[in-house]
């Protein structure tokens, strides 16, 4: 399965803009990149995912590089609420029909007033 | 619309005693997933089910740990004769569709299991 990279921890400004990056250079053809995020005490919450054009929704904007081997998760104006561990995922496809989610360290992202 | 509940949210029990954990998917979701987060590290996958079968039990720890699914529902995971090292947050987590990778898994908040 792809393994992806990720910063152990980072800042950002309430208000500004939090850049998340992840590499996964090893990433198959049908294998989409999902990001997650946990709040403490709670589940992983889904946020967004995409296979190779970018995404963006109600929670952030994904974009995707164009040999897609890494990617940026983007949170426009982060808030104080957004301070939580963020997961890039690669899915990974354990035969049969069951596409699993394979959780590394994720990036500890503090949101500072 | 509801989310994935598990149940019970905490559960205390003593070494040596069975425990059960209950999870009611998102209604209609075919795939349901148990994960468990020991304090201060990842998500480590246990089992998944589609609909009432196992086809990947991979990540169970040991034959104390078993789970089933009725009715292509409600799951439960059974952790016989606990074990301090049992202590953790047991996540399940339910999809719609997982025969493609284009199905978001949505997972409840977690049953916190201490065992003393």
């Known amino acids: 399965d792809a393994k992806t990279t990720q910063p152990p921890s980072m800042d950002c400004a309430e208000g500004r803009a939090a850049n998340l990056p992840c590499n996964h250079s090893?990433?198959?053809?049908?294998?989409?990149v999902y990001w997650y995020r946990q709040i403490h005490s709670q589940g992983p919450q889904y946020i967004i995912h995409?296979?190779?054009n970018n995404e963006t929704n109600e929670m952030a904007s994904l974009i995707i590089t164009e040999d897609r081997k890494s990617s940026t998760l983007i949170l426009p104006h982060a808030t104080l609420r957004d301070t939580a561990v963020y997961y890039c995922?690669?899915?990974?496809?354990?035969?049969?029909?069951?596409?699993?989610?394979?959780f590394g360290k994720g990036t500890l992202l503090t949101v500072n007033p | 619309g509801a989310g994935v509940s598990q149940s019970p949210s905490n559960k205390v029990t003593e070494k040596g005693k069975d425990v059960e954990l209950r999870c009611d998917p998102i209604?209609?979701?075919?795939?349901l997933y148990w994960y468990r987060q020991s304090l201060g590290q990842g998500l480590e996958f246990l089992i998944y089910?589609?609909?009432?079968?196992?086809?990947?039990k991979s990540g169970l720890p040991s034959d104390r740990f078993s789970a089933e699914r009725t009715g292509g529902s409600v799951s439960t995971l059974t952790i016989q004769r606990t074990q301090q090292e049992d202590s953790a947050v047991y996540l399940c987590?339910?999809?719609?569709?997982?025969?493609?990778?284009?199905?978001?898994?949505?997972f409840g908040n977690g049953t916190r299991l201490t065992v003393t």
């Open positions: 089910f589609q609909g009432n079968s196992a086809p990947d």
């Open positions: 209604s209609g979701h075919t795939a």
């Open positions: 995409g296979l190779k």
């Open positions: 090893t990433i198959s053809g049908n294998e989409y």
């Open positions: 995922i690669v899915r990974f496809y354990s035969g049969g029909s069951n596409y699993k989610l394979t």
């Open positions: 987590a339910s999809s719609l569709n997982p025969t493609v990778g284009n199905s978001p898994l949505h």
